[in-house]
């Protein structure tokens, strides 16, 4: 007995401590939870409060902001048109020249300017929080300001790459091959594709409160793959599927029918129902959850 209870102090003394466990400071807890990324919550509230400062502005205000973004959509085009036509003819040239789609959306989104697929996303938010009357009009009547200044700009810009010699003639014919690509597909493929473009751009709208750095990044890599993939845009497609009804290559009812309205139908679809809806469940039900578990700790507690 006397010779195993050294044997068994020795084993005890080998077994290595494990190691304890350091308190972070305060500044060193403060500098982890800046390190976070924001929770979805945050970024609905951040976005929602956005769509409410929106709401409250003046309609001739909100009219003359959406009329800017239509004229500044008309750089995609322009840009779309000269890499196309300094890139050699080859299966990658779509590839180099949609990187031209990003240029309006990087002048819009950056410069604050109203685009409608973007008031699509944030007054939908208050509208599913408040579940309110006067906002739902008020929503639409935004809504309906943004559009038509939006067109109105889209349209004045087509007008001018139309009938003014902008740019070199040679690159004439890259705005005809861009602009055609806008017709010659059925309704609802064209509808379809106007969902997935409605759905990107919405989630772009997503990502940007908390990419800070990486916004304009955010921006190129959403709006290239919409140009990319051929995802019509209402306020950006508009801009060459107008040039070719200026130019007599298209008619105005073709525009009406075959572009306008499907892209209108599928981007606000896409938006709204996608995004808008799903991210706002996510939002809504987790914060049930929450709530119904902290009823349910703290009746438990008062119970014990």
Not at 15 to 26: F, G
Not at 147 to 152: F, G, I, K, P, R
Request: overall charge neutral.
């Amino acid at each position: 007995m006397s010779q195993d209870a050294p044997k068994k102090s020795s084993n005890a003394q080998s077994v290595p401590e494990a190691p304890q466990k350091q308190a972070l400071d305060s500044n060193e807890k403060r500098d982890a939870r800046r390190r976070e990324a924001p929770s979805a919550a945050v970024v609905y509230e951040a976005i929602r409060a956005e769509a409410e400062s929106e709401l409250s502005r003046p309609l001739l205000g909100l009219g003359w902001s959406a009329l800017a973004a239509g004229l500044s959509m008309g750089f995609s085009l322009i840009s779309q048109a000269l890499l196309y036509s300094y890139t050699p003819d080859a299966q990658w040239t779509p590839i180099i020249s949609s990187f031209g789609y990003s240029i309006g959306f990087l002048f819009v989104i950056l410069g604050r300017q109203q685009l409608f697929t973007e008031n699509t996303l944030t007054p939908v938010l208050e509208v599913f929080r408040v579940k309110n009357l006067k906002v739902v009009i008020n929503t639409l009547k935004l809504w309906i300001v943004v559009l038509l200044c939006n067109m109105v700009g889209v349209a004045i810009f087509a007008f001018a790459l139309s009938y003014f010699d902008v740019l070199d003639p040679k690159i004439d014919e890259a705005l005809k091959t861009i602009s055609t690509r806008e017709y010659g597909h059925p309704f609802g493929t064209v509808f379809v594709r106007a969902i997935f473009a409605g759905w990107l751009v919405a989630l772009m709208l997503w990502l940007l409160p908390f990419a800070e750095s990486a916004r304009v990044g955010v921006i190129i890599l959403v709006s290239y793959v919409i140009g990319l993939a051929h995802f019509p845009h209402i306020i950006a497609g508009s801009v060459s599927a107008l040039y070719a009804v200026f130019n007599s290559s298209h008619s105005f009812s073709e525009f009406l029918t075959g572009f306008f309205t499907p892209t209108l139908l599928g981007n606000t679809i896409g938006g709204v129902m996608m995004v808008a809806a799903v991210n706002y469940a996510q939002v809504a039900y987790s914060s049930n959850n929450n709530g119904n578990g902290q009823k349910r700790n703290g009746k438990s507690g008062s119970e014990r």
